[in-house]
């Protein structure tokens, strides 16, 4: 496939993924640092952010030892996937034993996956607390997919359009953070994962962050045309 | 030393750094009571709850920390470019980052606080100028730590013995990453433990804090009035090392992982390039079976915690 098209499709693909991956992610922001809503006790960016950086760096690690797209962008999906693994498991830790809390969710009365009603388990005047184990699979998936898309982006940089190794990192969580804060105004506040209601909205996000990420590939092109990169 | 072992050795070196870094990170949000919790601060004047808590919320962890240890990583990288020693590189770097952070929290503090002078929340000068050392101290010993990290891993190779294997990344651009993590995770973990249960110790244990609490944060020590330093003595047992170990734990097993299918794959430790998809392949497996153990540890801490404390009793 032709350079020029190979950045932006790449850029396009890893900015809907990473869109998607934030939605997927169990966000609870202040309201879940006091046990007030279920979910991670963070803002939606910062989390993803969080879990893709860490993608990113495993995936420019092995991208100088593999020149196969798919295994640096599995190789940054897989790092994410450990972030927020371990993130979400301490979090239950913490609620679990340092304020004795038990994880439940607050928009749906049976977990779709154990089938564990979550009902009696949850403080009234709560949106629910703590990361029950369907928010937990559904961040995982997130995190899986929007490391993907992240270093998806990075290799696209790196081999396509050339930019030096640092370069390509910047650029690609530039772009990253740009879809990453679309899907956090669409989402406004928090979300449980899958299951919530409010991922409904989801083909609106994917929408923009298409036209935006569209909009970035062609400013990688013409970057890295203006400067040479590309012969 | 052969550069295998070397390499797990600067591992392992690495990954105890990281379990430091966030242990100080967190602290250091509980001191000057920064990201999620620090709304109940905030709030606390306005359902006429006036406190003596430190209140610098500039923004969130993540980027806060990205900016001290990019500062750090800046400077570190300037001063070993123009042949200063790293150690003495990485502590100056440093030093010009907690200046940054010192000057951002009082004026954060002194802002947010006079902001709520319509709720009669006075400014209380002793609980600034006693809490920035803190502030500064906790601050340090992240920003250092994410510093050094980022100077090893840019030259882990030269140090290894295979400079090939040098990060890409230039030194800044690690300390921004990790900065960015170490904040992303001291948010998400160390919070919890300030902000359920440490800003409201005189409600019910084991119930999470309904919204008619909001605000209502307990204002009262063990001895005299609460301020910040009695939270960080409370959260340094628990909420601390968790969220310390909880980077240290990721950093591992990442590191882990990548090292073991380098060498499982032959990569290592005369680089043949024919084998490096097979390393990345075998890191890839190793990752996805850590993250699928991560994912059953979840599904039997949540089924323990129900089993033993059961469904919901309170009124």
Not at chain 1, 90 to 107: E, H, L, Q
Not at chain 2, 65 to 94: E, F
Not at chain 2, 97 to 121: D, M, N, P, S, Y
Not at chain 2, 144 to 162: K, V
């Amino acid at each position: 496939m032709d350079p020029v098209l190979l950045i932006i499709v790449c850029v396009i693909i890893g900015g809907v993924l990473a869109s998607l991956g934030v939605h997927l992610l169990p966000v609870g922001g202040a309201p879940a640092a006091m046990g007030t809503a279920t979910g991670i006790a963070t803002g939606t960016v910062m989390l993803m952010f969080g879990a893709a950086m860490c993608g990113l760096f495993t995936a420019s690690t092995v991208a100088t030892f593999s020149n196969s797209i798919l295994l640096v962008s599995l190789s940054g999906a897989v790092g994410s996937w450990i972030m927020m693994g371990v993130t979400m498991l301490m979090a239950n830790i913490i609620y679990v034993f340092g304020t004795g809390i038990v994880p439940a969710s607050g928009r749906i009365d049976v977990d779709p996956i154990t089938k564990e009603s979550q009902k009696e388990y949850k403080t009234p005047q709560c949106d629910g607390h703590g990361v029950p184990n369907v928010s937990f699979i559904s961040g995982m998936i997130g995190a899986l997919l929007g490391g993907f898309g992240g270093a998806l982006i990075y290799f696209a940089l790196l081999n396509y359009a050339n930019f030096e190794p640092t370069t390509a990192g910047m650029v690609a969580m530039g772009i990253f953070v740009a879809n990453a804060i679309i899907a956090a105004y669409n989402i406004g506040g928090t979300i449980e994962g899958f299951h919530d209601p409010k991922f409904k909205r989801l083909p609106k996000a994917l929408i923009t962050c298409f036209v935006i990420s569209l909009f970035c590939g062609v400013l990688v092109w013409l970057a890295a045309n203006i400067g040479g990169l590309i012969k | 030393m052969e550069p295998i072992a070397m390499l797990f050795a600067w591992m392992l070196l690495i990954v105890f750094l990281a379990l430091i870094a966030c242990m100080f990170e967190d602290l250091e949000s509980d001191t000057g009571s920064q990201s999620n919790p620090n709304s109940q601060v905030q709030l606390a004047p306005q359902v006429g709850q006036v406190h003596r808590f430190f209140n610098k919320a500039i923004s969130g962890e993540a980027p806060a920390y990205a900016m001290y240890c990019t500062i750090a990583g800046v400077i570190a990288w300037v001063l070993l470019s123009k042949g200063v020693h790293p150690i003495m590189a990485i502590p100056i770097g440093t030093i010009v980052g907690e200046v940054v952070h010192v000057i951002f929290a009082t004026t954060a503090h002194l802002g947010r606080t006079t902001a709520q002078k319509r709720f009669e929340q006075p400014i209380y000068l002793d609980v600034l100028y006693g809490h920035l050392l803190p502030i500064a101290t906790h601050g340090f010993m992240a920003t250092l730590c994410i510093t050094a990290i980022a100077y090893i891993q840019s030259n882990l190779g030269t140090l290894s013995g295979l400079p090939e294997l040098n990060h890409p990344f230039a030194l800044p651009m690690l300390a921004f990453i990790w900065g960015i993590t170490v904040g992303a995770i001291g948010s998400s973990t160390g919070d919890i433990h300030y902000g359920t249960e440490r800003e409201f110790q005189d409600r019910p244990f084991g119930e999470g804090k309904r919204v008619v609490y909001h605000g209502k944060i307990t204002r009262y020590a063990e001895c005299g009035i609460r301020t910040q330093k009695d939270i960080v003595g409370f959260c340094v047992k628990y909420g601390g090392p968790c969220t310390g170990l909880t980077f240290g734990l990721i950093i591992l097993f990442e590191n882990w992982r990548t090292l073991v299918g380098m060498i499982a794959g032959n990569y290592l430790p005369d680089l043949q390039a024919t084998a490096g998809n097979m390393a990345a392949t075998i890191g890839i497996v190793l990752g996805l079976m850590i993250g699928i153990a991560l994912t059953v540890g979840n599904v039997v801490i949540v089924r323990w915690a129900r089993k033993r404390y059961g469904p919901f009793v309170g009124e």
